[in-house]
């Protein structure tokens, strides 16, 4: 298996269709794609693999509105 390239925040946003302080944002509450912080420190970098992207979208996606909070299902 191939490995592939990390991405930065800034290539994430993009491949996400979102603005990099959303990105931002959905780390500090928690909902956001999974990412790897490389060190402690504030300033150390943030990495996105392009198949935890995949796998956020993938979670996202709905087929309907119906039950979007939970897993109710339509009467």
Not at 20 to 47: C, F, H, N, Q, W
Request: net charge positive; aromatic share 6%; with cysteine.
């Amino acid at each position: 298996m191939k490995d592939e390239q990390m991405l930065t925040q800034s290539q994430a946003a993009e491949f996400l269709a979102l603005s990099p302080v959303t990105l931002e944002k959905m780390r500090m509450r928690g909902d956001g794609p999974r990412y790897v912080k490389y060190g402690t420190a504030r300033s150390s970098p943030i990495r996105y693999a392009p198949a935890d992207l995949r796998k956020y979208l993938q979670d996202c996606s709905r087929r309907c509105t119906v039950g979007v909070l939970g897993n109710e299902r339509a009467s």
